[in-house]
């Protein structure tokens, strides 16, 4: 799969979700990780990029879009809520229809992939996955 293939799928997928802001594609291979984003642009480094299975470099193009709608997101879906970056780019990733391929990218283990499968109960998420995340920070989980 191409990183315009992947665009193009999470762009259909956010279509089909009724989410409207779309993100340009940049190609920067001088990264050190696989994709960012920053201002309009979703960054990847196609290197780094290809050596993805097709699934993970699904998730790696929804990921970073999410961090693209994240202000919009927070604002929305999670406003007065604490929740970390990453945690609401997975959020969009599963509300997307993308939630057994981020399962199977992350392989975080159980208790993640439980909390994603309940990524629409939007009002306990937040509160759920900060806790599992700071276990996980903390090396417990």
């Given amino acids: ?31 050190k990780d696989v ?11 196609k290197v780094l990029f290809g050596a ?15 961090h693209f709608l994240e202000q919009d997101l927070q604002e929305g879906y999670f406003k007065g809520k604490f929740i ?10 599963a509300k997307i229809g993308l939630v057994h391929e981020l399962k199977a ?3 975080y283990g159980a208790e993640y992939d439980t909390i994603i499968d309940k990524y ?11 806790r599992w995340e700071q276990r996980k920070l903390s090396g417990i989980v």
């Fill in 1 to 31: 799969m191409t990183t315009e293939e992947a665009y193009k799928t999470v762009n259909d997928l956010c279509t089909k979700s009724r989410f409207t802001k779309y993100p340009s594609l940049k190609i920067d291979n001088t990264m």
């Fill in 35 to 45: 994709g960012g984003q920053r201002g309009y642009s979703i960054y990847i480094n």
């Fill in 52 to 66: 993805l299975s097709n699934e993970s470099q699904t998730v790696v193009v929804a990921h970073e879009w999410g």
């Fill in 84 to 93: 970390s970056s990453d945690m609401i780019a997975d959020w969009f990733t």
């Fill in 105 to 107: 990218d992350r392989k």
């Fill in 120 to 130: 629409q109960e939007i009002e306990q998420f937040p509160s759920r996955i900060s």
